[in-house]
């Protein structure tokens, strides 16, 4: 077994949250997993590999193009790291907080940068009153806030946000018709459900 020193870790866990949940690239993102690496998600399923990865990534970020996760903490243990993100949707109103909803990942560091395993946990519910709530008031306020892809909240771990008059662009942006946006778990045709 390779023990990796907590620096190389540390700098991949760096790494790895800034191409994905900053600047939501998730081609290169899925790229920092190995090629046996399997990702479960508690609710979507599991997924394997760096293709299975991006398709999943993408088909669902796609539909949920509003949302953006924060960092709030983040422990390593060794080759594994907990950490724990809030998942963020602005108000179209700027001066309402924005509808959030925790979740909760264990990844597992392989070397090189790369990662085999990440396991995540949210809860259906408390995505579903985030959603809705979301939804009611950009229908209220301004029906097309979400084509606007604003990323207001970042949080205080001052690595963990991209500079300052970043426009995001995720990484399915101009290729809406490439890819197969899932709105239901039912839609998804790929991965294995649990």
């Known amino acids: 077994m390779t023990i990796f020193s907590r620096d190389e870790v540390e700098a991949a866990f760096k790494h790895y949250f800034l191409t994905g949940p900053v600047f939501e690239d998730w081609v290169a993102w899925s790229q920092l997993f190995t090629d046996d690496a399997v990702y479960f998600d508690h609710f979507y399923g599991r997924f394997r590999g760096p293709a299975e990865i991006q398709l999943f990534l993408e088909s669902t970020m796609m539909y949920g193009k509003h949302c953006y996760t924060a960092l709030e903490w983040y422990n390593i243990d060794g080759d594994q790291i907990v950490w ?111």
């Open 84 to 194: 724990k993100g809030i998942n963020l949707a602005d108000h179209p109103d700027p001066a309402q907080p924005p509808f959030r909803f925790p979740s909760l990942q264990i990844i597992r560091y392989a070397g090189d940068g790369k990662w085999s395993s990440e396991e995540d946990w949210w809860i259906p519910s408390e995505m579903t009153q985030y959603a809705k709530g979301y939804w009611k008031a950009c229908q209220q306020i301004d029906p097309d806030f979400p084509e606007r892809l604003s990323r207001r909240h970042w949080g205080d771990i001052h690595w963990a946000r991209p500079p300052d008059g970043h426009a995001a662009r995720p990484s399915w942006y101009g290729r809406e018709h490439e890819i197969a946006v899932v709105r239901r778990l039912e839609q998804m045709n790929f991965g294995e459900r649990v």
